[in-house]
């Protein structure tokens, strides 16, 4: 019977296993990466990582959490930390979205990433969004602006821009909210 994995061991490898899954998704797309490919490229057997998730749909969900729903705690400290509304709806933004779309853009299937998250594990899709909304409000004041700025913000990235175009993108974005997070401020 073969040793069982230390928890540190174990973490590795399943660290190892969500690396190598994101990977293959962005560059693959969900639909044509397989289970082997995976194992292949976590430098596992299958039976390994049949070990570890029971299919191609838990390692997705884990890549997402793992990947994007991790941000969360650094977000909300962005949020409510120092720094300007500004600064911090940029420190947001960064965390939340540009940071992933670096890793995503030049890939050939980035783009599909989050719809098919929001297909296959809508909680957790749910469980993103809200929280970037309860970020973007804590810095603008209410839910209302929070949610046209998320939109403008999805909007930004529909013709897949570099992360120059981006970051310049999501600048002006944040600057033109940020006026009248503080106009809000001064009136309450």
């Known amino acids: 019977m073969p040793a069982r994995l230390s928890d540190e061991k174990a973490a590795v490898r399943r660290a190892g296993i969500l690396t190598a899954a994101r990977w293959c998704f962005l560059n693959f797309g969900f639909a044509k990466t397989a289970f082997g490919d995976i194992a292949k490229r976590a430098n596992l057997s299958r039976t390994l990582l049949y070990q570890v998730f029971k299919d191609k749909e838990e390692v997705f969900q884990a890549v997402f959490v793992d990947w994007l729903v991790s941000r969360q705690p650094a977000a909300e400290r962005a949020a409510k930390g120092p720094g300007s509304p500004y600064e911090r709806l940029l420190s947001v933004c960064r965390l939340l979205a540009l940071e992933p779309w670096a890793e995503m853009l030049g ?82």
């Open 107 to 188: 890939t050939l299937m980035g783009g599909e990433f989050l719809e098919v998250c929001e297909r296959i594990d809508p909680e957790s899709h749910a469980l993103y969004r809200k929280v970037a909304r309860e970020c973007v409000a804590a810095i603008l004041g209410d839910e209302a602006s929070a949610e046209v700025f998320l939109l403008a913000l999805d909007g930004l990235f529909a013709d897949q821009p570099s992360m120059a175009v981006l970051e310049q993108r999501t600048q002006l974005l944040a600057a033109r909210f940020a006026v009248g997070s503080s106009k809000r401020g001064a009136r309450s």
